[in-house]
């Protein structure tokens, strides 16, 4: 195997993952990345391959040890079998929607996260926040894509609210039907570089991956007109190829996404909050009715607003209680005869 092989470099492969193999499977595995998830099966391409293979790993028993877009796995050459996956230079995450208290892996190995916005009713501050908190969890740069400005008269008011979320925020306003004015978000998909997508259901991921691919394959549904909210159009998460050689990873629209694992990532986003609460008088302050409390004297001077205060109260509390969950659930699974 020439683990410098440009295919693989196409794919994404640099010294990260060949510096993760053995000598040995060096010369007996072949790495490949997947392409797509599929029902127990995943794409995969690598070097003069590429189809179909199990999604099964012997010996894995976490979650995270199951293969998901963007990975790379290292796989057997003539049974095609996958033998492990590498370590993960990102990983986006979280918990599964409703009473399911699983972990469900959203995407591996992503250079730049779009996240994607409409200009319309569904502009959701407290969902961006959201996106921006897993982007900086994982350390993967997130850009805030705004479409469907050509359908509002004031598209520079959704831009200062998306900059006003966190400073040196990139945001780009962009009409995703228009090549030309799609054209800049391709210079952030160069040649061998991984770009996903997240937003909600009808805020034009499909349109705006269809315009940077030069292709109408993705099928795409009209907004509801009584609400600005859209119907999901992506039912699998996979890459695709762009003429810059970039690739672009789409995946299943995602109303509800709750975040877990996540302390450094809202240290990050809401670090004007935690550098508040540093100044407070005493160290347990809960920020409400204490004397001396430096968060409460900023929203007394105006400098913060009691809005995001209560989104970083509420995203805490969540990332407290899924965090929790997640452990008890690994904790559980690892159990001898625990169902995995």
Wanted: hydrophobic letters at 40%.
């Amino acid at each position: 195997m020439d683990v410098h092989d440009p295919i693989l470099a196409d794919l994404g492969w640099r010294s990260f993952f060949s510096t993760q193999l053995s000598a040995e499977e060096t010369l007996q595995c072949r790495p490949v990345r997947v392409m797509a998830v599929h029902r127990g099966k995943v794409a995969v391409a690598g070097a003069g391959l590429e189809c179909l293979i199990s999604s099964h790993i012997a010996g894995s028993q976490g979650e995270e040890d199951r293969p998901t877009v963007g990975d790379w796995l290292l796989i057997d050459p003539a049974s095609l079998e996958p033998t492990r996956i590498l370590d993960r230079a990102s990983l986006f995450k979280r918990r599964a929607p409703g009473g399911d208290r699983r972990l469900q892996l959203v995407a591996a190995n992503v250079d730049t996260l779009f996240i994607v916005a409409s200009c319309n009713q569904d502009f959701n501050v407290p969902r961006l926040e959201r996106y921006l908190v897993l982007a900086r969890e994982v350390d993967v740069t997130p850009v805030v894509v705004l479409t469907k400005v050509d359908l509002t008269d004031t598209p520079e008011r959704f831009r200062e609210a998306a900059r006003g979320l966190q400073p040196g925020l990139q945001v780009e306003a962009v009409n995703a039907r228009d090549p030309e004015d799609v054209s800049r978000l391709a210079a952030l998909c160069g040649k061998g570089e991984t770009v996903a997508l997240l937003g909600s259901s009808g805020v034009g991921k499909s349109t705006l991956v269809n315009t940077l691919r030069g292709s109408d394959s993705i099928a795409t549904q009209a907004v509801r007109e009584r609400d600005g909210k859209g119907r999901h159009t992506t039912t699998v998460r996979e890459m695709h190829r762009l003429d810059h050689g970039g690739w672009l990873l789409d995946t299943p629209g995602m109303r509800e996404l709750q975040i877990s694992d996540a302390a450094s990532g809202l240290a990050e986003v809401f670090d004007d909050i935690v550098l508040l609460t540093l100044g407070c008088r005493f160290a347990n302050c809960t920020h409400s009715t204490e004397p001396g409390c430096a968060v409460q004297s900023a929203m007394a001077e105006g400098t913060l607003t009691p809005d995001r205060l209560e989104r970083w109260r509420k995203l805490l509390a969540e990332d407290s209680v899924n965090t929790g969950s997640l452990a008890e659930r690994r904790i559980r699974t690892d159990q001898p005869g625990k169902r995995k």
